[in-house]
């Protein structure tokens, strides 16, 4: 595709619920990653794939955060038994080549998660 | 501590005015630095990336600035227009590591 494209891009549920973010890189970007943003606050890193593989996950807050990627494309973000606290923003970024180089890296719009 | 300071937190400007945006790092080994802009509801955009060797940098209205030495950058905003309004992201990479330090951002708003 021409950009990053995330969905849903707003997502209210209940506390307990399970969510699921997708993100379709643009199209021959090997590098994934995804953010979470809370409002007035920085990014925070949560996990990057290499192609399908995930060599860092130790963003990720808690084991009830996971992520997979197939097909070196499309990821899914999922969040189980969501807490308050999830609340926020859940940012996808891919690149040509890993961030410690120069790539330049392109953000989807985001999907704006509220856990009542 | 954050490995990237933003300041001002935020501020506003008339239209048309200059602002300067600072961004203080102490990532290292340094590779490379970025301003992202932010539009409210909306994903970062690159305004510019710059590597060590690199002092200064143009987009447009935009312009960088950066002392590897003193590890301080600036982003300058020219003829400030609406449309500015948003957040700017101070982004720092270092050699090695996958994983960016962001700073909170600068939030501005140009008013008419």
């Known amino acids: 595709g021409a950009g990053v494209s995330q969905s849903p891009s707003n997502k209210v549920t209940e506390k307990g619920k399970d969510v699921e973010l997708r993100c379709d890189p643009i199209s021959g970007h090997t590098a994934l990653y995804w953010y979470r943003q809370s409002l007035g606050q920085g990014l925070e890193f949560l996990i990057y794939f290499q192609g399908n593989s995930a060599p860092d996950k130790s963003g990720l807050p808690s084991d009830r955060f996971s992520a997979e990627r197939t097909g070196g494309s499309v990821s899914t973000l999922t969040i189980q038994r969501t807490q308050q606290e999830d609340s926020a923003v859940y940012l996808c970024a891919s690149s040509l080549g890993l961030q410690g180089i120069s790539g330049e890296l392109f953000f989807g719009e985001g999907s704006r998660l509220t856990v009542l | 501590k954050n490995q990237v300071e933003q300041s001002p937190q935020s501020l506003i400007i008339l239209e048309g005015k200059n602002c300067t945006l600072q961004?203080?790092?102490?990532?290292?080994?340094?590779?490379?630095l970025r301003w992202y802009k932010q539009d409210t509801g909306r994903g970062p955009v690159s305004l510019t990336i710059m590597t060590f060797s690199e002092n200064t940098k143009s987009n447009g209205r935009y312009t960088a600035t950066l002392d590897a030495d003193t590890k301080q950058s600036s982003l300058h905003i020219t003829a400030s227009q609406l449309s500015d309004s948003a957040s700017y992201i101070c982004?720092?990479?270092?050699?090695?590591?996958?994983?960016?330090?962001f700073g909170k951002g600068n939030q501005v708003v140009v008013i008419p």
């Open positions: 961004c203080n790092y102490t990532v290292s080994p340094f590779s490379n």
């Open positions: 982004v720092v990479s270092a050699y090695g590591n996958n994983r960016l330090a």
